[in-house]
Every structure is written in structure tokens, then in C-alpha cells.
């Protein structure tokens, strides 16, 4: 069962433009909602997470905006960079059962920003 | 400071064998979990470990095991290795009381 639907599962945006990805969750348990991006062979680094109290977070050139009510929420890359090009997953989790979260991941966004 | 170790960094393995894949968090950190990633599909869950205790399990066949050891690292164990087994393993650390989980570079395992 996807429990985390992402969209698009490819993109493409020229330097400097915005990268905007979306994502849906159906488990109203949810309750933190973060960024990975993954560069070929390596592992997932976080880029910037959210709780559902706040409907949009900032850091840098990172935003993310969340809509509580429609189950949504999505990461806006502004002034878009050929270093930001690798695969992005957005990610759930309910961290209230009172450890480290177990992590729901979305399949996955890969970006190319072009010259 | 050193961040989440994982090893080997590569493997290959014949169908049947079994695997056992290593993971050292970031020191202070006392839970781990495990992931498994097929290629062009995000990281699945498989086990999370706080304090030497499972925590959590996913979807995952008996085939899969693993365990905390009193420094927090941890092994994932997998037996009988299918082909479909092929794929990025991953561990994750974290403080455990708080959400922010960080990853390592991941195990990449072929079954041929």
C-alpha cells in the first residue's frame, strides 16, 4: 500500500527557474514530513522537514509548503542549480509512537537542471 | 564527527546464500533502522532498533533479520538471497527521542 503518492517522476527546469514537487499522503497519522535528496550512489540527505502546525517552512532556497485539510504538501527549489540535479523523495512519518521515526517514502522525483 | 558507517559498501551474492550487512550510527545515537531501496523506487522499511529492542517492522519476509548490539551498531541479516534481494540497503540513525534520521551511503547488493 503507497501511503505517499509523489509527483512528477521526472523534471526538467533551467537554471535559475523554480523546481516545485508534489506530494500526497493518505494517513492522518502522520505527523512530520521531510525532504530527501539522493545523489547516485549515495544515501538519502535530509534537506528540510516539516510539522503540520506551520503551512509553509523556508531554509535558503528550500520551501515547503503543507496543506493539512487536502493531505498535501510540496518543496519548491528557487533559482534552481545544475548542483541540485539528483532524486528527490518526500517522506512521512508518525514519530508520536515515541521513537525514532519509520519513515514512509514516496517514489522519487529525479530533477535535471539545465545550462 | 563521523556519520553513519556502513559495510561493505558492495556485495555480490548467489542465490540462496546468505548476507549479513553492517551499520555503525553517529555516535550518542541509539536507534537505527533499515531500508531497502530497489533501484528507481524509493527506500522501503524494514526494521527499526532503539536500545537493543525491535521497534518496528515492515513488510518484509522472515528471510530478514536483524539486531543492536550494546554500542547501538547493528546487523541486518538476510537469508535464502532471491534475485529480487538485489538492491541499495540502507541504515538510518537517530538520537531516538528526537525525528531527524540520518543516512548512510548504503550497501549495495546484487544476487546473481
Known amino acids: 500500500q503507497q501511503q505517499v503518492k509523489q509527483s512528477p517522476q521526472s523534471l526538467i527546469v533551467q537554471k535559475g527557474g523554480i523546481s516545485i514537487i508534489n506530494c500526497a499522503y493518505e494517513?492522518?497519522?502522520?505527523?512530520?514530513f521531510p525532504w530527501y535528496q539522493q545523489f547516485p550512489g549515495k544515501g538519502p540527505a535530509l534537506l528540510i522537514a516539516?510539522?503540520?502546525?506551520?503551512s509553509e517552512k523556508k531554509e535558503g532556497r528550500f520551501t515547503i509548503s503543507f496543506n493539512k485539510s487536502a493531505k498535501q504538501f510540496s518543496l519548491h527549489i528557487m533559482d534552481s542549480q545544475p548542483g541540485d540535479s539528483a532524486t528527490y523523495f518526500c517522506?512521512?512519518?508518525?514519530?508520536?509512537?515515541?521513537?525514532?521515526?519509520?519513515?514512509?517514502f514516496g517514489t522519487g522525483t529525479r530533477l535535471q537542471v539545465t545550462l | 564527527d563521523a556519520g553513519v558507517t556502513q559495510s561493505p559498501t558492495h556485495l555480490i551474492k548467489t542465490r540462496g546464500q546468505h548476507v549479513t550487512l553492517r551499520c555503525s550510527p553517529i555516535?550518542?545515537?541509539?536507534?537505527v533502522s533499515w531500508y531497502q531501496q530497489v533501484l528507481g523506487q524509493g527506500p522501503q522499511f524494514i526494521f527499526q532498533?532503539?536500545?537493543?529492542?525491535?521497534?518496528g517492522r515492515g513488510n518484509f519476509p522472515d528471510r530478514f533479520s536483524a539486531r543492536q548490539f550494546p554500542n547501538y551498531s547493528s546487523e541486518l541479516n538476510v537469508n535464502a538471497l532471491l534475485l529480487g534481494d538485489s538492491a541499495l540497503y540502507l541504515c538510518?540513525?537517530?538520537?531516538?527521542?528526537?525525528?531527524?534520521?540520518?543516512f548512510g551511503q548504503g550497501t549495495r547488493l546484487t544476487v546473481v
Open positions: 538510518a540513525s537517530s538520537t531516538g527521542t528526537a525525528i531527524r534520521a540520518f
Open positions: 494517513n492522518t497519522a502522520f505527523d512530520y
Open positions: 516539516i510539522r503540520p502546525d506551520v
Open positions: 517522506a512521512a512519518s508518525n514519530p508520536n509512537t515515541g521513537t525514532a521515526s519509520k519513515l514512509t
Open positions: 555516535s550518542g545515537h541509539k536507534s
Open positions: 532498533y532503539y536500545e537493543k529492542e525491535e521497534r
